[in-house]
């Protein structure tokens, strides 16, 4: 569905088909019915000049693809995406009036208050309604489509619905809902050992109050802050071109070990017209996909003894909500370079489970473990790798200024070299805009670099070259693997060069020689078969099928170990992915990924009291969609076999087989310091890598000693986009019905009337007859 109507009373009209040929009808209320290839703001905005009087009471979009399907379409994102004269404008970076969407027409972005709009998926209804609306020859019957699809008074913000209170007795009662969801990261490699936010803390009921003999509400000694500081100076002076780690003020490299960190990244969402056909099969879907296999490639080809002794650390993030706002990059990226969590709100994410993983109770996250990654020493990303721009060439996306993004660049051009399928070649957008920044396409990258102000490097690695490929449009319901020929060569050879490109980069000293890196990577790493098992059977998941077997075991498993560990009989396997998938964010809410905390009896967003560990039952829970409870599973197996797990003198694995979590205690190739055990849904045990994160504005935070859904203003209001989605009714829908006009109606009440008169004349005279015959 599109905006919704003006009033809580429905919205209806008969409908009107529109090509351009004939302008709507004057003076009369109508619905217009539109072809999908002709669903653009051009079009809508034609419309909308028949609705001076209210006219236009909706927009039916009917499914066309294979009446017409060598037309052109046009791509209702915006021209230039997440940048310029977009609500995101305020969080590019670099070029961000580059035309990545060339095709785009911003309808998207349409203030389309009071017009509803929806898509008719099925052919036959689709069909049927095209015939009946180009009918002119049988006027006497007229299909009305009657919309009922209230979400609010018009110019309400997002944050005001959010803070609304009603006016009767003052309570907070919110209208809406943020835009939100999960974000799933893992660490390739052991775990950080020991380190200021997860090590020896002395923990009393949950709480913990003593951090290295300082106590609760004490202030870290002044030697410790002016070493912070210098090391802060320092490594910012390294860091004045964008090159090596960002300071992270939250990193103690005297408890840890001292790594910077290499991100493998990617967005796991897309967006269209319609939230409910969201199929990214180009976008989210082949994004995943990428980011998976290359953990997949990695963890299979390098074993932990390997990665725990590079320079660097590996870590692999897919964000959601990206499509609004980098929602996930933003949140995710500023937490590890920035959060803070008063001490005294630091608690076990079980309070009688001394080894569950540290959590803060406001601002809640759940768990603390990003604040092991360490400093970010780059970022490489990738983005629509499905449908390359050419036959045998990804596009690489780097200033060239040097630095770790020059590096990884080269390197993924050298990877490249040996796969088998596809190489790496330098992008020509740099050479197509009109002067200024270096146009970076808008991913995870330009989160970091907006958020450091360019100071960390990267790379993104693309299947376009300087401006999105045609068919199928971005940000489209038509985004679909029944309308697209994925290249699964592109894809395979993607996630190698990912796989190699990561290695190289946490091999390097710091000297930025990608020849020899790249070399040892690629003789580390081997290249990806396009029909590997696992990769066809993920494909079929994330492209087709989203209630497939494989993720829907291996959620079933995180929801059962996430039950056992804390005690939430309600946690299950979150909503589906759907067939097809959706690759809509959704609403941010208890059942689609909002942490919740119990204390006592009650459930909240947050917590800043101090009741927190006096129950043994307290503890914090999650219930994300099942794509993110699949995908940390998934991460889990891939990248926590353990180099240990092997037979000795073997390349082959012996892992303990399991059926729960509880199943892997004691497993002892995942008994490093820092390390633990879980069940995944190919039920054997492995060390777990994977970890959830907050995908949410950086405008708000859950409210405290509140239930969920209720936020409060943070530290990015007015700068981000904010997007929410009001409460819907559940009468909200449409309803197609014939109206007769009066003079059939006249008629059919006409002959019943001399059918009831003669009915009654008759039994009249057979009842006199029955008489006579009586006498």
């Not at 990428?290 to 997949?296: E, P, Q």
């Not at 008759?762 to 009586?774: D, N, P």
């Amino acid at each position: 569905a599109g905006c919704g109507t003006v009033d809580r009373d429905a919205q209806e009209g008969p409908i009107f088909y529109y090509d351009g040929s004939a302008s709507p009808p004057e003076g009369r209320d109508f619905v217009a019915v539109i072809e999908e290839y002709d669903l653009s703001a051009t079009t809508v905005s034609t419309l909308l000049k028949y609705n001076g009087d209210g006219n236009l009471k909706g927009i039916l979009v009917l499914n066309s693809t294979y009446a017409n399907d060598e037309n052109q379409y046009s791509s209702p994102g915006p021209i230039y995406p997440l940048g310029y004269d977009t609500p995101s404008a305020n969080i590019a970076y670099g070029n961000s009036q580059f035309p990545w969407n060339g095709l785009g027409d911003g309808l998207n972005q349409y203030d389309l208050y009071g017009v509803p709009m929806a898509y008719v998926n099925s052919d036959e209804t689709s069909g049927y309604i095209r015939e009946s609306a180009q009918s002119n020859e049988n006027r006497e019957l007229d299909i009305f489509t009657s919309f009922n699809y209230y979400m609010g008074p018009d110019g309400v913000t997002s944050a005001e619905c959010l803070a609304w209170k009603d006016a009767h007795n003052g309570e907070w009662n919110p209208k809406c809902l943020p835009l939100g969801g999960t974000s799933v990261w893992a660490f390739a490699g052991s775990p950080t050992a020991y380190s200021k936010y997860n090590g020896n803390y002395v923990n009393n009921g949950g709480r913990n109050l003593e951090d290295a003999g300082q106590a609760e509400g004490e202030e870290e000694p002044e030697e410790e802050e002016q070493a912070e500081e210098a090391d802060a100076e320092a490594n910012n002076d390294q860091n004045g071109n964008g090159q090596g780690g960002y300071y992270n003020a939250n990193y103690n490299s005297a408890s840890g070990d001292g790594k910077s960190a290499i991100i493998i990244a990617a967005s796991m969402d897309s967006t269209s017209m319609f939230h409910d056909l969201v199929p990214g099969a180009n976008e989210g879907a082949t994004n995943i996909l990428t980011v998976l296999m290359a953990a997949y490639l990695l963890g299979s080809s390098v074993s932990d003894a390997t990665l725990d002794n590079l320079n660097k650390r590996i870590v692999f993030a897919l964000f959601d909500g990206e499509a609004y706002g980098y929602l996930g990059s933003r949140r995710f990226l500023n937490d590890v370079m920035g959060f803070k969590c008063n001490q005294q709100y630091q608690a076990r994410s079980v309070a009688n489970d001394e080894k569950s993983d540290l959590a803060c109770l406001s601002p809640m996250r759940p768990s603390l473990r990003f604040k092991d990654i360490g400093q970010i020493a780059g970022l490489l990303s990738v983005d629509q790798v499905g449908l390359p721009a050419s036959n045998g060439n990804l596009y690489v996306h780097n200033d060239g200024e040097g630095g770790i993004g020059t590096f990884m660049a080269n390197v993924l051009k050298y990877s490249g070299v040996g796969t088998k399928y596809f190489t790496a070649v330098d992008s020509a957008a740099g050479n197509q805009g009109n002067g200024g920044d270096f146009p970076y396409p808008p991913t995870a990258l330009t989160a970091l670099q907006s958020l450091t102000n360019g100071r960390v490097g990267g790379a993104v690695l693309t299947g376009y070259d300087y401006t999105y490929n045609k068919r199928p449009p971005y940000q489209s319901h038509l985004n679909a693997f029944n309308n697209v020929d994925l290249n699964y060569k592109a894809i395979a050879s993607a996630a190698t060069m990912l796989a190699r490109t990561a290695l190289a980069a946490a091999y390097d000293d710091g000297s930025y020689d990608y020849a020899t890196a790249a070399k040892y990577a690629y003789n580390a790493i081997g290249s990806l078969d396009y029909q590997d098992e696992v990769l066809l059977e993920l494909a079929n998941c994330l492209h087709v099928n989203g209630n497939c077997q494989m993720l829907n075991k291996y959620a079933a498993m995180e929801s059962k170990s996430e039950r056992q560990r804390t005690g939430f009989q309600g946690v299950s396997t979150g909503k589906a992915l759907g067939s097809p998938p959706n690759y809509y964010v959704g609403v941010y809410s208890a059942e689609y990924g909002q942490p919740f905390v119990l204390v006592g009896k009650n459930v909240y967003g947050a917590y800043d009291g101090e009741d927190y560990g006096k129950s043994s039952r307290d503890a914090i829970g999650m219930q994300p969609k099942l794509l993110a409870q699949a995908i940390r599973g998934l991460m889990n197996d891939f990248l926590g076999r353990g180099s240990s797990s092997k037979k000795t003198g073997s390349s082959e694995y012996s892992p303990r087989t399991c059926q729960k979590e509880s199943d892997c205690q004691g497993v002892g190739y995942c008994a490093a310091n820092g390390d633990s055990a879980t069940c995944t849904g190919g039920k054997i045990c492995v060390c777990k890598r994977a970890f959830y994160h907050v995908a949410l504005d950086g405008a708000i935070e859950a409210a405290s000693n509140k239930e969920t859904g209720f936020f409060e203003a943070y530290g990015d209001e007015g700068i981000t986009p904010l997007w929410t989605e009001p409460y819907w009714s559940n009468e909200v829908g449409i309803r197609l019905y014939r109206v007769a006009e009066s003079k059939p109606g006249f008629i059919s009440l006409a002959a019943g009337a001399v059918c009831l008169g003669l009915c009654f004349v008759l039994a009249v005279i057979v009842k006199v007859g029955m008489k006579k015959e009586k006498v």
